[in-house]
């Protein structure tokens, strides 16, 4: 394989994120307030789509910021592997607004909950190997870490939890990323 360049590397996955928050901002609507019925309660059901969408986008930010800090151990890719995995990364990635609508408008529906952690299980999954792999072509030490295992191993359990607790799952989605902002030598 010829090597292919960090530049266009980097260029589509900065296009795909930002497209991802684009869409995941359109899908935004904004409540009547001026309405003669209007009363603050009328706010409460809009609070689980607004706090939805809140995750996505913390979600999709440390995505982003992680592939940032990532692809500095690039200058070229040498493996087709990482283009793939990356491929399949931004998939999953670009998946988020559809289910963040998804469980937004069926709030709260079991299947919808398992449908939006199963895309963030993918996206977690897929960005681990991503990570090892670069990880890899760098000849830095190509282990997998606790904490990459941590968004995928959270986000599967969040799959199943539905069966027997929506709220454990709403629980469990929210533990990447704020397990995300613990430093690093609590582990």
């Not at 592939?67 to 670009?94: D, V």
């Amino acid at each position: 394989m010829k090597p292919a360049t960090k530049i266009r590397f980097e260029a589509l996955s900065d296009g795909v994120f930002a497209i991802a928050v684009t869409l995941l901002a359109l899908e935004l609507r904004v409540p009547n307030l001026q309405s003669p019925t209007f009363s603050f309660r009328g706010l409460i059901p809009l609070i689980p789509s607004l706090l939805t969408f809140v995750l996505s986008f913390v979600t999709i930010a440390i995505f982003w910021v992680n592939h940032h800090q990532l692809t500095q151990r690039l200058s070229t890719i040498t493996r087709r592997r990482i283009l793939w995995l990356n491929m399949l990364f931004l998939l999953f990635l670009i998946l988020i607004p559809f289910v963040t609508q998804t469980m937004s408008l069926n709030a709260p529906s079991a299947p919808a909950v398992s449908i939006y952690a199963l895309v963030l299980f993918g996206a977690s999954a897929s960005f681990s190997f991503l990570r090892y792999w670069i990880h890899h072509q760098a000849h830095s030490t190509a282990r997998v870490s606790f904490r990459s295992l941590i968004g995928p191993s959270v986000y599967f359990l969040a799959i199943l939890a539905p069966i027997m607790s929506i709220p454990l799952a709403y629980v469990l989605l929210t533990i990447p990323p704020l397990f995300y902002f613990l430093p690093k030598s609590s582990m």
